[in-house]
């Protein structure tokens, strides 16, 4: 996948569409669930802050309102077109080489457990130019040396415009790093994973 | 923050697991590759450890190894993680346990100890202190020494107490230590049902025979032949009727396995041994 092509070329020949965010993404992530259509014909993996103890039904409300299949990571289940796959609460993501997930209960990393930095390093090890990823709205720094890796291994970042993010010190992280090939505002993102 | 120029590839991780095997006698080789990989470069990171230094380190010197171990193993543990599962095991587990004369717990990769303690305060709220027996393993002896210890700190505990909310258990878990300074320590008489050993699930066999063994996120370290493996160790050391508890996001995926189970509770996955 070469730098000519353009942002809907690469969302077209991307198979996995990673999301990662944490505080004021959550309301975000509902929409972006409800409106993916199993069209767009992509591994979808959602890793989202969240408390150990809460069992905040994030699942069961997701489920209701999606149009693919969802469900919460299961130790080696295999990642499956069509689906949306959340990382479960109080374990870290990882995705093995033989397309299957990992789970792993090692310390916190930027305090959080699930860490978005843990699933996207892992999957640009693994699905490298096969990945899209975005990171949305957060208070904290997860998620943003996750991106940079994955934009060195070839696949295509984006960040939530600080601007339109409730907590924009996440996407922030990531542009000033330069992790962000693209900056797109809310509207741009709901258009780009419209597209079929 | 992470250190971006660890970069280790799958064949340096291959070679280090032969040189380990070789040299110390562990097989690391049907561990999860992803997560041993992090681990590694976790371990080069603290270290500061080129891959040909930490090659080098780990033949040359004797005291590195436990490091390693301890490293490549992870040990982060909760008492009463996921309080829900001891919900279930309390209702659905113990009253059957109580109809034995005395229950033996395995808690199988115990770690520092902390989960061994929680069956052991599951045991004691049941009443069951006089008739049950815990057995806690792990390959790790440095962690074995904490678990014996059974001192925990004080902020950790904090996160406990909450845990045991949210359990439905009776009583307060502060009743089960004394508090000293900034630290918890477990009272003698959880100590005194409990036992902590060396045990390698991946190279050691049957010791004993169990009512329940729990072997919680453990599995999620283990790629599936391993854990096929450890199944049909798990399957030899319980009784007709015992019961296994796994991690609340492990399962049996193994179709002779599965009908070697019944599932007890399947969003907690606790199984009971049926047939022969």
Partial sequence: ?196 | MTDTSVIISSVQITELIDLVKKFHGFDFSGYTKASLKRRITRIMQLKKLSFYDLKHTLVNDPHFFQDFLEEITVNVTEMFRDPSFYKALNNQVVPYLSTYQHSKIWCAGCSTGEEAYSLAILMREAGLSQKSFIYGTDINTEVLKEARRGIYSLRNIKSYAENYQFTGLKGSISDNFTILYDAASIHNELKQNTLFSVHNLVSDGVFNEFQLISCRNVFIYFETDLQERILDLFYKSLCHLGYLCLGSKETIRSDAFKKKFKVINQKENIYQKIGA
């Fill in chain 1, 1 to 196: 996948m070469g730098p000519d092509k353009n942002l809907l070329e690469r969302w077209h020949d991307a198979e996995i569409l990673l999301l990662g965010g944490s505080a004021g993404s959550f309301k975000l992530l509902f929409h972006i669930v409800k409106s993916l259509s199993p069209a767009i014909n992509k591994t979808v993996i959602i890793v989202i802050h969240r408390k150990k103890n809460f069992f905040s039904e994030i699942e069961k409300l997701f489920a209701e309102n999606s149009r693919m299949l969802l469900r919460e990571v299961v130790d080696k289940d295999t990642l499956n077109k069509n689906t949306i796959y959340i990382a479960p609460a109080n374990y870290h993501t990882l995705i093995e080489k033989d397309g299957t997930f990992g789970l792993d209960v090692s310390d916190a990393v930027w305090y959080s457990k699930p860490s978005i930095d843990v699933t996207f390093e892992s999957a640009a090890e693994v699905y490298k130019e096969r990945c899209i990823a975005i990171l949305l709205s957060g208070a904290n720094q997860d998620g943003a040396e996750g991106l940079l890796k994955l934009k060195q291994s070839g696949a295509t970042t984006i960040a939530q415009h600080p601007e339109d993010a409730e907590m924009d010190e996440m996407p922030r992280a990531a542009i000033n790093i330069g992790a962000a090939q693209y900056i797109l505002h809310t509207d741009e993102i709901f258009n780009l994973l419209q597209t079929e």
